[in-house]
């Protein structure tokens, strides 16, 4: 995972730094790793913003998170952009668990009979020999 940090109208400093990189080390567990964290952390009316991007090959999400401290803009942004990796999470298993259903047999006497081929049209292509 690559992690790009900018800073507008405030100081880079190395605590805010490995902080930052912190966070970023929890989305690993949604994405595996395969994506782009870009952060910008600015001020704007006494105010301090944290904006994240995530960047996958298939995805594409965008938080942001404000207060009057820096760190928890930055928990503000990071929750916020958690609850959308799990819900993109559970999507994926819903998905999978679908696909995995038995058939239901509706009339359960005529589901063992054996069925004369004869009896149903051939489509287009087909070869019965096969």
Known sequence: MKVKISFKHLQHTPAL???IREKS???EKYLGGKCLVKWTCYV???NHYADI???GPTFEY???GWSDNLYKSLDKAIHKLEI???KKKEKM???MHKSKTKPVILDPENAWTDYDEDDYPVREGWDRAS
């Open 44 to 46: 704007k009316n006494q």
């Open 25 to 27: 080390k929890k989305l």
């Open 84 to 86: 959308q990796l799990s």
């Open 53 to 55: 991007e995530l960047i």
């Open 62 to 64: 965008h938080s942001s």
């Open 17 to 19: 730094d490995e902080r």
């Open 93 to 95: 298993k819903n998905r």
